[in-house]
């Protein structure tokens, strides 16, 4: 069975400041990363994703890096927010054609 | 992406009494799972609902208490049944996109039971 763990568990940056919450897995079906956002209230949004044919994906303030071999990857937010003040699950294939979720990061970036 | 929609919302409902948790997808896809998310901690699949099959249950999930109806490839329910307290949650049904990769869910359901 897929086991994801998470770290922080939660995390307080202050508003410009860069936020790095970390992620490992065992083993994978197949190679796809993605991690999402959630508002309370809200479902779980995807936020951003990777291929490990790459090590590093950017997209705006979000940048997911990946370390194949160590079998972690990690998301990194740059100049963070208040708005990005939420809870952040990285996620892995499991065995099935479904993904195992990490057990969050709750984020709080201070005014 | 994948427009998810479910209902209802949010309920609260009393122990014993079972509640029926609709998801409507905008377009077909092959499989919808069910996730149950407790509160302030991660999502736990229950079960994956293909159309046309048998739900396949997570350990710890069994069918008689959740059963999955999947009758169309843009529609599923989650039945709830015999709630306890231990039931509060929120449950979330997800959808696979983009060549099977990506997974998208709905807004949730909260339920809480008294």
């Known amino acids: 069975q897929q086991q994801v763990k998470q770290s922080p568990q939660s995390l307080i940056v202050q508003k410009g400041g860069i936020s790095i919450i970390n992620c490992a897995y065992e083993?994978?079906?197949?190679?796809?990363f993605p991690w999402y956002q959630q508002f309370p209230g809200k479902g779980p949004a995807l936020l951003i994703a990777?291929?490990?044919?790459?090590s590093e994906k950017k997209e705006g303030r979000f940048t997911i890096s990946f370390n194949k071999s160590a079998k972690q990857f990690s998301l990194h937010i740059m100049d963070s927010q208040p708005g990005d003040s939420a809870t952040y699950f990285c996620a892995a294939p499991g065995y099935g054609q479904n993904f195992v979720f990490g057990p969050g990061t709750r984020l709080s970036v201070l005014p | 992406s994948a427009v998810i929609s479910q209902k209802p919302s949010r309920d609260i409902c009393q122990r014993g009494t079972s509640l029926t948790i609709q998801c409507q997808v905008d377009?077909?896809?092959?499989?919808m799972f069910w996730y149950r998310q407790q509160p302030g901690q991660s999502l736990t699949l229950i079960a994956t609902?293909?159309?046309?099959?048998?739900?396949?249950?997570e350990s710890g999930f069994v069918i008689d208490k959740f059963p999955i109806s999947r009758p169309n490839l843009t529609f599923s329910t989650l039945t709830v049944s015999n709630m306890s307290p231990e039931d509060s949650s929120i449950y979330l049904c997800s959808v696979l996109r983009g060549g099977g990769e990506t997974q998208y869910f709905g807004p949730g359901t909260r339920l809480l039971v008294l």
């Open positions: 990777i291929r490990p044919d790459v």
């Open positions: 083993n994978t079906a197949f190679d796809y």
């Open positions: 609902a293909n159309q046309g099959s048998e739900a396949t249950y």
């Open positions: 377009s077909q896809v092959t499989m």
